[in-house]
Structure formats: structure tokens, C-alpha cells
């Protein structure tokens, strides 16, 4: 992309994401959160799928780790964020830690069947926490910022989501430049050669896969905040398959797709249940059509968007 | 436990582990012939279910219905490998995974669509109404006793299509070397329909077979599914034998913790690992052998 056209259009997304507060609605502005947070677990997710060649179909395991951990230490009576959030995204990141070690050992469809195995076990543990509601869930008192952000007021809570998906956005894109980055891809690429410079596969890809456990853990903490309640839903395994559809909606690989892809699920899905109480059943055909239509087609529409991609012909 | 209690238990998880090895079947199959991932074959579960009671309704006949049911299932298989699968051999897993999750989030609702949320129930059949005593003092009934028999026939009936016929044959080398049948002249598409069409049919049966014994719901395919995903895990996949056993263990394990574990731990904490005890399973025989039990 030229740099021209690229700086215009962070630019305009700087100065939407700036305005969005005044010109939303509170519903709105909560859908634009809302997109920001699966931002940040779509992201995560992309670091193993589009970095490592990896496919986790567990994903959502993390988001409910994250949101338990965050309700239950804040059930408990720990209230600050600056503690209840630490802690809850090192759960996440210890069931990574863990996961990942025992998945990792196998790659491919295995690897995919493996994440969705342990996904299950864990959202079996929420179900059975019957002191946290079983089935039902429960609710959440928004964690505190020492006064400093009123955790209630949606704009301050906006700006607060907007700011961490910035920041991650942007240290992952360093993390993706950095040789770790560089090492993960050539595990994706040629095992046998990283292995013959001397370089574990295993540890590289285990890194990747404690960063995105770590990072969905995050956007479930945020989720729990922003919903003010916590359910078994969060790590039910159709939410690890959307996080999924995010990064394809987006475009695998390229970090930013996970933010596109968060952000153009949650509108769809909320347009099509607006339009229709059988909104699922059209996702899912949109979902086909677009695994069918070949790949990057959001992509290819940016591409085509680029003026100097267009003179090219 | 009592001894009679033991018997039915024993009975209980046969017939689980049956149902999940038709599911399973068909996921493996199509994994070791088309390397292909198939998260649609809950949704098959949930519309065999669905068209048998609507066939057996239409006809007031479940032995009419059942013929029908497999037929409109079989019309359905198909048009799921011609439109959609057909296009995702070649394709990277993730894209696999994602089309026939869509299709399965299609099935679910378009089975709201057409039957509604309210789970639909059906009778068993009056000829196999009632129970039979296996053992003096042990009553089981008749119908679980068919299902298990018909599921343990059906898969008797694979294993010979496998081992003995040339569509087995074709199948089995499909899996060893695709590109040398290919070669060989073998209408390699041809195959892989009938390979899906068989897997697909044979999930759908196990949700026919499911429908009297739970209510036909939408959405009733996804935990089996994932139970079955578990069993080929823990078979080896591609492997049906590596299935069989799997589904066996995994049928035992399931309906034993259920019945013994809130017994042993108390009712909260008893619940809680028998709903995980298969996972638990799977995890272990995978540290053991990671591809599997039929890797060597």
C-alpha cells in the first residue's frame, strides 16, 4: 500500500474512532466497544492462525477464562481493575500456558480437535461452578479505576477499550516484525529447517500460543466489564468458531484483519438479527459464500480502493 | 451399585458408544479419504432426526418413514458435497472448518425455520415398545436393545464394505495414495460422493435412531458432534477401527461417570467431572500416544 494513501486512512479511522462518542447513540457506541474488544481476541487468535499455520478451535476457552476470572476476583472483593485485570489475564495466559503445552505436540486437524477437546473440559468447569450461577451465569460489578475513570460511563470505558486495542494493536505488529515473529512464520514454513539453525519450533509456537490465550483472556475481562455479566456462553466452542470467522472475514496474517474482521462480525450479526430472527442462518450462508468466493476478499476491495494498485490495473 | 443397575449401565453405554461410532464414522472416512474436516455431520444427526419424524408423521408409519427419511437424507448428503464440500479438498484446514461450521449454523436454523424451536417428539414404534428381561431382575427396554443391535449391524455391514468390497477397496487405497488411484482411472469424484454420502447417512441414521430415545431438537447434533470429534481424536484419525474402540470407551466412560462419580464425589462435584471425564480421557491417551490409539 502506498504511504500516502495508507496515512489518509489512519487519518480517517484515527479521527471516526475520535468522533464516534459524540455522534453514537449509548447503544452504538457499546456495538463499537464491543467491536474494538473481539479486536483484540481476533488479533490473538491471528497470531496462530496466520503466523504460526496454526488453527485453534478453542479459542473462546480464554474469553471465559478471562471474564471468570475477572468476576470471580471481583466477587471475591478485590474491585481494581489494576489488580482484578493482571491477574485475570495471567489465568488466561497459565491456561495457555498448559493448553497449548499439551496441544502442541500435535499440528494440523489434530491440533484443531485437540483446542476444541480442552475448550469443552473448561466450559464444562464454568457450567459446574454452581456458586457462579451454573447455566445462568452471573453478574458483574464493573471492576474500579481508583477514581480515575468512571467504569459506568460508556464514553470513558469507550476510550479506555480504544486505547488497549491501540496499544496491542501496535505492539503487535512489532512482536510480528521482531525475530520472534520472524522464527514463528519459518516454523509455519519449514520445521525442519528452523530446527536445523538450532531453533525450537515448540517453544516459539508455545510463545505464540500463551500471547493469544493471554490476549482472548484480556477481551473476555473487557467483555465481563462492558455486558456487566458473565455466562458459560463465553467459552462455548460456536464462539471459538467465530473468532475464527473474524480473522477470515479480515484477512489472516496481517494482524489489522483481526480488528476488520471483529469489526465487520459484529455489525453483520447485528444487522442480520435486526432484519431477521433467522440471522444465524444467513451468517452461516454469508460464512460459505466467503470461504467459497476464494480468499481475501476484503483484502482485494482495499487493494482496489488503493489508487496507485488501480493504475496498475 | 447393584448388580441389575451394573447390566443396564453396561447397556446404556453400548448404545452411546454405537450412536457415536455411526458419527464418528462418517467424520473419519471423510478425513482419511478427502483429508477434509467436516463439522457439518452434527447437522446431518440433527436432520436425520427431523426427517424421520416428519416422514414417519406423513406416512402415520415409522417403517414407511424410516426408507423415506434415509432417502430425503441421502438427496441432502449430496447436494452437501456437490455444492459446497466438493469445492474444499484442496483448500488449507481453516477454510474447512469455517464453510462447514457455516453449514452447520445454516442446518440449525434453517431447521428453526422449518420446525420451529419446539423440540419435536417421536414414539417408538410399537413393535418395539416395552422392555425384555436380560437377566432375571434386569429389565431393559426393547427399543435401546434394537438400536444397539442395528447400530452394531450397521457397523458390521462397513466393516465388510470396507475389507471385502471393491467400493471398499477403492476407499481404503483412496486413503493410502489418492493420487495413485487417480491415475488408475478411478472417478476419484464419484468416490468421494459416495464416501460422503455413506458418512453423512450413517450420522443421519444415528439421529433417526436417537429420536425416540431424546426429543429431536435443533441444534441436538452439536454435542454429539463433539463427542464424536473426541472419539476419532482419540482413534487416530482416518482409522475406523481406531473409532470403534473409541466410541466404545468413550460410550463407557461417559455413561459409568455419570452414574458412579456424583455417587463417589457428591452430587456437584461428581456432575462436574462426569461431564468432563471424557475430555479427561482424551487427554490422557493423547499424552500417551499424540496421534492416537491406532498410530503405531
Excluded at chain 1, 469489526?263 to 452461516?284: K, N, P, R, T
Excluded at chain 2, 475406523?240 to 456437584?268: E, H, I, K, N, S
Amino acid at each position: 500500500m502506498n504511504p500516502m494513501f495508507r496515512n489518509t486512512i489512519l487519518v480517517a479511522l484515527a479521527a471516526i474512532f475520535a468522533a464516534a462518542p459524540w455522534a453514537l447513540d449509548e447503544f452504538s457506541l457499546n456495538l463499537v466497544t464491543r467491536m474494538l474488544i473481539f479486536g483484540i481476541a481476533a488479533m490473538g487468535v491471528d497470531l496462530l492462525v496466520g503466523f504460526a499455520g496454526l488453527v485453534p478451535l478453542g479459542h473462546a476457552a480464554f474469553l471465559g477464562l478471562g471474564a471468570y476470572a475477572a468476576g470471580i476476583l471481583t466477587d471475591m472483593g478485590l474491585e481494581s481493575a489494576f489488580v482484578v485485570w493482571p491477574l485475570a489475564i495471567m489465568v488466561g495466559a497459565l491456561g495457555a500456558a498448559i493448553i497449548g503445552g499439551l496441544s502442541l505436540r500435535s499440528s494440523g486437524l489434530y491440533f484443531i480437535m485437540i483446542t476444541l477437546a480442552f475448550a469443552q473440559m473448561i466450559y464444562y468447569v464454568f457450567q459446574s461452578l454452581r456458586a457462579y450461577g451454573g447455566d445462568d451465569g452471573f453478574a458483574l460489578t464493573r471492576n474500579t479505576f481508583a477514581g480515575l475513570i468512571d467504569p459506568y460511563d460508556s464514553r470513558a470505558f469507550y476510550f479506555l477499550t480504544l486505547a488497549i486495542t491501540l496499544v496491542i494493536f501496535l505492539l503487535l505488529l512489532r512482536v510480528v516484525a521482531s525475530p520472534f515473529g520472524v522464527a514463528l512464520r519459518a516454523a509455519r514454513d519449514n520445521e525442519a529447517r528452523l530446527a536445523a539453525v538450532g531453533l525450537p519450533a515448540f517453544g516459539y509456537r508455545l510463545v505464540a500460543f500463551i500471547l493469544s490465550g493471554a490476549l482472548c483472556a484480556f477481551a473476555g475481562v473487557l467483555l465481563a466489564n462492558l455486558t456487566g455479566y458473565i455466562t458459560p456462553g463465553y467459552g462455548s466452542w460456536p464462539q471459538s468458531g467465530e473468532l475464527l470467522m473474524m480473522v477470515l472475514l479480515g484477512t489472516a496474517g496481517t494482524i489489522w484483519g483481526g480488528l476488520l474482521g471483529a469489526a465487520i462480525f459484529v455489525a453483520l450479526s447485528e444487522v442480520l438479527s435486526e432484519v431477521s430472527d433467522h440471522w444465524m442462518f444467513y451468517l452461516g450462508l454469508l460464512i460459505v459464500l466467503r470461504v467459497l468466493l476464494a480468499g481475501g476478499e476484503t483484502t482485494k476491495l482495499l487493494k482496489r480502493l488503493d489508487p496507485r494498485r488501480r493504475a496498475d490495473g | 451399585m447393584t448388580f441389575s443397575l451394573f447390566v443396564e449401565q453396561v447397556f446404556n453405554g453400548l448404545q452411546l458408544g454405537m450412536l457415536l461410532f455411526l458419527v464418528a464414522v462418517g467424520v473419519t472416512l471423510v478425513f482419511g479419504v478427502m483429508n477434509l474436516v467436516n463439522l457439518s455431520q452434527g447437522a446431518l444427526v440433527m436432520m436425520g432426526g427431523f426427517l424421520l419424524a416428519t416422514a414417519t408423521k406423513a406416512t402415520s408409519s415409522y417403517w414407511l418413514g424410516l426408507p423415506l427419511g434415509i432417502a430425503a437424507l441421502i438427496v441432502i448428503a449430496m447436494l452437501i458435497e456437490l455444492l459446497v464440500l466438493r469445492r474444499l479438498y484442496a483448500r488449507p484446514h481453516i477454510d474447512q472448518v469455517l464453510a462447514t461450521f457455516g453449514l452447520m449454523l445454516m442446518f440449525n436454523e434453517g431447521a428453526v425455520m422449518i420446525w420451529g424451536r419446539d423440540p419435536v417428539f417421536m414414539a417408538i414404534p410399537a413393535a418395539l415398545e416395552g422392555s425384555v428381561t436380560l437377566l432375571p431382575g434386569v429389565a431393559y427396554p426393547i427399543y435401546r436393545l434394537a438400536v444397539t443391535i442395528f447400530a452394531g449391524a450397521l457397523g458390521v455391514a462397513l466393516h465388510f464394505l470396507i475389507s471385502r468390497t471393491r467400493l471398499g477397496m477403492l476407499i481404503r487405497a483412496g486413503a493410502d495414495k489418492r493420487e495413485m488411484i487417480q491415475l488408475l482411472g478411478v472417478d476419484i469424484a464419484f468416490l468421494y460422493l459416495m464416501v460422503f454420502c455413506l458418512g453423512g447417512v450413517l450420522g443421519g441414521v444415528a439421529g433417526m435412531l436417537l429420536g425416540p430415545i431424546s426429543a429431536v431438537t435443533t441444534g441436538m447434533g452439536d454435542p454429539i458432534l463433539i463427542l464424536a470429534l473426541v472419539c476419532v481424536v482419540i482413534g487416530g484419525l482416518g482409522s475406523v477401527g481406531g473409532a470403534f474402540v473409541a466410541a466404545m470407551l468413550v460410550g463407557m466412560c461417559d455413561t459409568f461417570g455419570r452414574v458412579l462419580l456424583p455417587q463417589a464425589l457428591g452430587a456437584g462435584t461428581g456432575q462436574a467431572i462426569a461431564n468432563m471425564i471424557v475430555y479427561l480421557v482424551m487427554a490422557a491417551i493423547l499424552i500417551w500416544r499424540p496421534a492416537g490409539l491406532a498410530s503405531r
